[in-house]
């Protein structure tokens, strides 16, 4: 006759009884008489036997029915809690107790490492590109400038110079008399697209695309004021931080400083279409109006240029100078309140007129 045992019997609406328990090598099986006076059996297979938690005083067997809700059994019998483990033996939820240890600390283990996969890739999606413009506010000057000349010589490397063009180009800006803490200098290069950017440290690059849409000195004034703008508040090298900061994230720990100089330069192209945000290009007009103002350059230039800008990109594939549209629209919108804050009396400067013209007359290639 087999052994029987006795326990609490718990069902999926957590009404309980007092059972008779049978356990063979398959099977549990659960005997109780109902509140009808019914005698029910329940049979437990091993395989649907969810957890075990054995406790010096009490343990409890957890089923899930198939229905998927959840018995239990309260064992307080230590013989029936052998008896289920010898039974039930070959079963994950009856191992013995260094065998229940070992898959504690398992799945404490693989709960830690999901933890940190999770938290790693939390700062590689989210913190990381804030980290990157962080640092890049932090970066040395004479770095930025060493980072911003590698970038050019692999920007100029893939473009053809105007070198007439960008002589006189020069001239012109330095007649402007902007106050900018780095050496700007600057490059036409040929190219029907309407576009110009800032490369860190200093260097402008303009398309002679641009150049022929502009139609006076002022809105050329403009144009340079915003780029020099963008490297003098070095929004150039923290967007590119931004940007690429999941990249360098990686090149820190696994490349080093040369792996990001490389990477870097690698990727000087992308400055071409580098958008910023409505912030920085906020920025950058703002402080190139100021510029303007403190040379005596007539600020209406500003606008002017951003009309052109506007008139030129109609029916086309904006550039990165218009890829903000419509916030462009705003832009305007703020250079035009900021215009009407700051009444000037715009200063004589012939040579920019002459400079400007001569820009269009077919350069000497050593012009400067």
Same mark, same amino acid.
């Given at each position: 006759?087999?052994?029987?045992?006795?326990?609490?019997?718990?069902?999926?609406?957590?009404?309980?009884?007092?059972?008779?328990?049978?356990?063979? @090598?398959?099977?549990?099986?659960?005997?109780?008489?109902?509140?009808?006076?019914?005698?029910?059996?329940?049979?437990?297979?091993?395989?649907?036997?969810?957890?075990?938690?054995?406790?010096?005083?009490?343990?409890?067997?957890?089923?899930?029915?198939?229905?998927?809700?959840?018995?239990? *059994?309260?064992?307080?019998?230590?013989?029936?809690?052998?008896?289920?483990?010898?039974?039930?033996?070959? /079963?994950?939820?009856?191992?013995?107790?260094?065998?229940?240890?070992?898959?504690?600390?398992?799945?404490?283990?693989?709960?830690?490492?999901?933890?940190?996969?999770?938290?790693?890739?939390?700062?590689?999606?989210?913190?990381?590109?804030?980290?990157?413009?962080?640092?890049?506010?932090?970066?040395?000057?004479?770095?930025?400038?060493?980072?911003?000349?590698?970038?050019?010589?692999?920007?100029?490397?893939?473009?053809?110079?105007?070198?007439?063009?960008?002589?006189?180009?020069?001239?012109?800006?330095?007649?402007?008399?902007?106050?900018?803490?780095?050496? =700007?200098?600057?490059?036409?290069?040929?190219?029907?697209?309407?576009?110009?950017?800032?490369?860190?440290?200093?260097?402008?690059?303009?398309?002679?695309?641009?150049?022929?849409?502009?139609?006076?000195?002022?809105?050329?004034?403009?144009?340079?004021?915003?780029?020099?703008?963008?490297?003098?508040?070095? /929004?150039? *090298?923290?967007?590119?931080?931004?940007?690429?900061?999941?990249?360098?994230?990686?090149?820190? =720990?696994?490349?080093?400083?040369?792996?990001?100089?490389?990477?870097?330069?690698?990727?000087?192209?992308?400055?071409?279409?580098?958008?910023?945000?409505?912030?920085?290009?906020?920025?950058?007009?703002? /402080?190139?109006?100021?510029?303007?103002?403190?040379?005596?350059?007539?600020?209406?230039?500003?606008?002017?240029?951003?009309?052109?800008?506007?008139?030129? @990109?109609?029916?086309?594939?904006?550039?990165?100078?218009?890829?903000? /549209?419509?916030?462009?629209?705003?832009? =305007?919108?703020?250079?035009?309140?900021?215009?009407?804050?700051?009444?000037?009396?715009?200063?004589?400067?012939?040579?920019?007129?002459?400079?400007?013209?001569?820009?269009?007359?077919?350069?000497?290639?050593? @012009?400067?």
């Amino acid at each position: 006759m087999a052994k029987t045992f006795k326990a609490i019997y718990y069902d999926a609406f957590n009404y309980f009884y007092e059972a008779i328990i049978y356990v063979s @090598a398959v099977t549990l099986t659960i005997r109780y008489t109902d509140e009808k006076g019914h005698v029910i059996d329940r049979n437990w297979l091993g395989e649907d036997i969810v957890s075990f938690d054995q406790a010096e005083l009490q343990s409890t067997l957890i089923y899930k029915n198939e229905n998927g809700q959840p018995e239990r *059994l309260v064992i307080r019998d230590p013989e029936l809690v052998a008896a289920i483990r010898h039974h039930f033996r070959h /079963h994950r939820f009856a191992g013995s107790k260094l065998h229940r240890v070992v898959n504690r600390t398992r799945y404490r283990l693989l709960s830690a490492l999901l933890f940190i996969v999770v938290l790693f890739v939390s700062v590689y999606l989210l913190v990381v590109p804030w980290l990157g413009e962080k640092i890049a506010v932090s970066f040395s000057k004479e770095k930025e400038i060493s980072l911003g000349n590698t970038m050019y010589r692999s920007i100029i490397a893939q473009s053809e110079v105007d070198t007439g063009r960008s002589a006189i180009l020069n001239r012109f800006f330095r007649e402007l008399d902007y106050q900018v803490v780095y050496p =700007i200098e600057i490059a036409v290069v040929k190219s029907p697209e309407v576009n110009a950017f800032a490369v860190p440290g200093g260097h402008i690059v303009v398309y002679d695309g641009i150049l022929e849409s502009m139609k006076t000195p002022e809105q050329l004034a403009a144009l340079l004021g915003h780029e020099a703008a963008h490297i003098e508040k070095r /929004h150039s *090298l923290r967007n590119i931080f931004r940007s690429l900061a999941r990249k360098i994230f990686l090149l820190m =720990i696994f490349g080093g400083d040369a792996g990001i100089a490389g990477y870097l330069a690698d990727r000087a192209d992308d400055l071409k279409g580098l958008e910023y945000s409505r912030e920085l290009e906020t920025e950058a007009d703002d /402080h190139g109006l100021q510029m303007m103002y403190k040379s005596g350059i007539d600020l209406n230039g500003m606008m002017q240029l951003m009309e052109q800008l506007q008139k030129s @990109a109609e029916g086309k594939e904006p550039s990165a100078l218009l890829s903000t /549209h419509p916030v462009f629209e705003s832009r =305007i919108a703020n250079v035009r309140a900021k215009i009407s804050q700051l009444p000037q009396q715009p200063a004589a400067k012939p040579d920019l007129a002459v400079l400007f013209h001569s820009l269009y007359e077919n350069p000497e290639p050593n @012009a400067y």
